[in-house]
Antibody, heavy 124, light 110 residues
Framework: QVTLKESGPMLVKPTETLTLTCTVSGFSLNSARVGVNWIRQPPGKALEWLAHIFSNDEKSYSPSLKTRLTISKDIPKSQVVLTMTNMDPVDTGTYYC????????????????WGKGTTVTVSS | QSVLTQPPSASGTPGQRVTISCSGSSSNIGSNFVEWYQQLPGTAPKLLIYRNNQRPSGVPDRFSGSKSDTSASLAVSGLRSEDEADYYCATWDDSLSGWVFGGGTKLTVL
């Protein structure tokens, strides 16, 4: 069974750096054509893509947040880590990690399994 | 402002068929597959449709997806009270080199 679990601080102060960890099970971050996305959702608002990392270590970031984000993975620990610098109250929301599954017949990735999310509040 | 455009709300009575639209552009829907996600209140999104019209195992065939040019649609037939949720479309955007979402549609079963 594939599961992803997000962890991190529930509360951070403005200007601080947020570090979130996604621990996966049921699949390996080293498997061919596998990836993990980070998605966030402000309270009552829509989903927003933040970053992804693939098994070949290819990474990509949201253009609007690129300067603040870093994504990495620790294969032995089965973890993907996202850091976001200079946190602001507008960054308050639920942060999800999501598995990227590869469709070998059509050569594309799609998000199939989501973690339950972790809620982050940015406040002094 | 989301890259993909969805109506903010949709509604129907039990047993009815409801359609939710998702409009994009040539750089996203026009050149990539579309997924749909269902988010029940207080829970994480769940994959409903992938590759425009494919259902993962366990998703009822009451849910169907379609795509034409730069737009996609999700249809829910035989509407049930448990279908009340937010629905999001998503796809890859070649210009942004990242995933984009619609603003979400809140489906209400009257």
């Amino acid at each position: 069974q594939v599961t992803l679990k997000e962890s991190g601080p529930m509360l951070v102060k403005p200007t601080e750096t947020l570090t979130l960890t996604c621990t996966v099970s049921g699949f390996s971050l080293n498997s061919a054509r596998v990836g993990v996305n980070w998605i966030r959702q402000p309270p009552g608002k829509a989903l927003e893509w933040l970053a992804h990392i693939f098994s070949n270590d290819e990474k990509s970031y949201s253009p609007s947040l690129k300067t603040r984000l870093t994504i990495s993975k620790d294969i032995p620990k089965s973890q993907v880590v996202l850091t976001m610098t200079n946190m602001d109250p507008v960054d308050t929301g639920t942060y999800y990690c999501v598995r990227l599954r590869y469709d070998w017949n059509y050569f594309y990735y799609y998000m199939d399994v989501w973690g339950k999310g972790t809620t982050v509040t940015v406040s002094s | 402002q989301s890259v993909l455009t969805q109506p903010p709300s949709a509604s129907g009575t039990p047993g009815q068929r409801v359609t939710i639209s998702c409009s994009g552009s040539s750089s996203n829907i026009g050149s990539n597959f579309v997924e749909w996600y269902q988010q029940l209140p207080g829970t994480a999104p769940k994959l409903l449709i992938y590759r425009n019209n494919q259902r993962p195992s366990g998703v009822p065939d009451r849910f169907s997806g379609s795509k034409s040019d730069t737009s996609a649609s999700l249809a829910v037939s035989g509407l049930r009270s448990e279908d009340e949720a937010d629905y999001y479309c998503a796809t890859w955007d070649d210009s942004l080199s990242g995933w984009v979402f619609g603003g979400g549609t809140k489906l209400t079963v009257l």
